[in-house]
């Protein structure tokens, strides 16, 4: 009698777009789904392709069931294939997407998306559509399996949605309320990646900063919380200075703060604590008090460049980025040349900059004063040649200066050609060196002197000064000796290229 045959494991692909939420929920949808026995899929086609989408730009939907259409076909070539849409977009749309796409088997939104493989069970199994959209969150993300892009740096969620309502923003409608992670699961979490090899951790946040508010009133917090405000300093300065005892962790990094809760003592942790590493994305919005009025951001020009001042002062090698919208409903020239007026004062190291795109469901969307497309984009055009101006002139300071890189897999785009390899400074910069004579993972550090400089990356061309060795570079080994090809693609970050972009981007951050 014949032993019988195995059934082939069900493939899988993921496609992410979005901000960095979506980024790191893709890598926990991943992990669920390995959980329960798929398997990434290589060459051939997937049997369960899964959209993680986002919601903040006005044509997100046409781009999800454009890509839908051309699925379809695809589908009933390949019997048993499976479509599954989750993310803010289907956190939004609801039942739209399983009657405009009826070839979707699964919907699921933002709060559940440890129900994706259960969902798609019972889809299989009934042989019909299940949407399942919870309205708050069933499960803290960061409980769920997750299958990490990269061996050697991690996203860590210090918490889920947003209690701002900033007019042009959709994201915390989606999101939910702010809901925080109490810090002994964080840093456990991060000490776990430690002990895997990560050296790099990014802390993230819709609004990164207003840690701690989700608690409520400071004396229901938990008693951990209050043990980390002692002396009046906010939780998020706390947290920051507890990752600076996380022995092995090199560099801690968050994204995104919002300008309204930063506050004097997060610049001291950051000034203080060893690992924090000396870059900031602060976003701007606009540089004009009417228009961030008119967006419902709580802050002003003043108070804006009163923090970046501060920051200069603390940490003066500080590299800062930022977001830029152009041409918000009601921007006159006036309050343009504002927003130029503060990119001339901060001096970023780069911008991601935007032309405002309507967001069905905002305030935003219906205000009067909607400019015409030709002025956005002749005002883009003229930000971004000053922001290409700063950011070139601001790396340029960084001729001869002798920087440690994190070697990375895949950052630059002619790595082969040039042969060299890519990788970034503690201030986040991109830097792209010429290759050592002895081999080097993504996940070592090398010293090298910089010898060029262009607006968004920098040049090492002269022999490598030092190659260190790193756990973090272990386990990429380890990970390729898996089975894990070398040369993979992980799940696109989903951030807009630094200055021209083909076509405008949609903002890589929610809400702040």
């Known amino acids: 009698m014949s032993a019988p045959m195995e059934t082939a494991a069900r493939t899988y692909e993921i496609r992410t777009y979005g901000c960095q939420m979506n980024v790191h929920d893709s890598e926990r949808l991943s992990g669920l789904l390995e959980s329960a026995g798929y398997v990434r899929a290589e060459d051939a086609e997937p049997d369960v392709v899964v959209f993680n989408t986002c919601a903040v730009r006005e044509n997100a939907d046409n781009r999800l069931y454009g890509n839908l259409g051309h699925l379809r076909p695809v589908k009933d070539g390949h019997p048993g294939m499976q479509i599954a849409v989750g993310g803010c977009l289907a956190q939004k749309d609801r039942d739209t997407i399983a009657k405009r796409a009826p070839w979707v088997d699964v919907v699921f939104g933002t709060h559940n998306i440890g129900s994706l493989p259960a969902l798609l069970e019972r889809a299989r199994v009934q042989s019909e559509a299940q949407v399942e959209i919870e309205e708050s969150l069933v499960t803290f993300p960061s409980t769920l399996p997750t299958r990490r892009e990269s061996p050697y740096a991690a996203w860590v969620s210090i918490s889920v949605g947003c209690n701002n309502t900033c007019t042009f923003c959709i994201v915390p409608s989606l999101r939910g309320k702010e809901k925080d992670r109490r810090p002994g699961e964080i840093l456990a979490e991060v000490e776990a990646l430690v002990a895997e090899g990560v050296l790099e951790v990014t802390l993230l946040g819709q609004n990164v900063n207003a840690y701690g508010s989700g608690f409520g009133a400071l004396s229901a917090a938990p008693d951990e919380v209050r043990a980390m405000t002692e002396g009046g300093q906010s939780a998020f300065a706390g947290l920051l200075r507890a990752c600076g005892g996380v022995e092995g962790l090199e560099r801690v990094r968050f994204t995104s703060p919002h300008p309204k809760d930063f506050t ?153 050609e040039t042969r060299r390899l890519s990788g970034r400074a503690r201030d986040n910069r991109l830097v792209h060196f010429t290759a050592p004579d002895e081999r080097v993972r993504p996940g070592d550090m090398v010293t090298v002197e910089v010898t060029y400089a262009a607006p968004h990356h920098l040049v090492a061309d002269k022999p490598v000064l030092d190659v260190r060795r790193t756990r973090a570079g272990d386990a990429w080994e380890t990970r390729q000796g898996e089975g894990q090809d070398a040369g993979q693609k992980g799940v696109a970050l989903g951030m807009p290229s630094i200055g021209r972009p083909a076509q405008p981007a949609s903002p890589v951050n929610g809400c702040s």
């Open 264 to 416: 004097d003592d997060v610049i001291a942790a950051m000034a203080e604590t060893p690992n924090v590493t000396p870059s900031l994305h602060m976003p701007l919005q606009s540089g004009s008090d009417a228009v961030l009025r008119a967006m419902r951001r709580s802050y002003r020009q003043e108070r804006y460049l009163g923090i970046i001042e501060k920051v200069r002062a603390a940490i003066p090698d500080a590299a800062i980025t930022t977001d830029i919208i152009v041409g918000f409903p009601g921007e006159t020239e006036a309050d343009f040349e504002e927003t130029l007026h503060v990119v001339r004062e901060a001096r970023f190291s780069s911008a991601f900059t935007f032309q405002y795109s309507k967001r069905p469901g905002t305030p935003a969307a219906t205000m009067d004063g909607q400019l015409p497309k030709e002025v956005v984009q002749e005002r883009y055009e003229r930000l971004i040649a000053l922001q290409e101006e700063i950011s070139w002139a601001e790396n340029k300071k960084q001729l001869g200066r002798t920087l440690e890189v994190l070697v990375a897999e895949g950052e630059g785009r002619k790595d082969e």
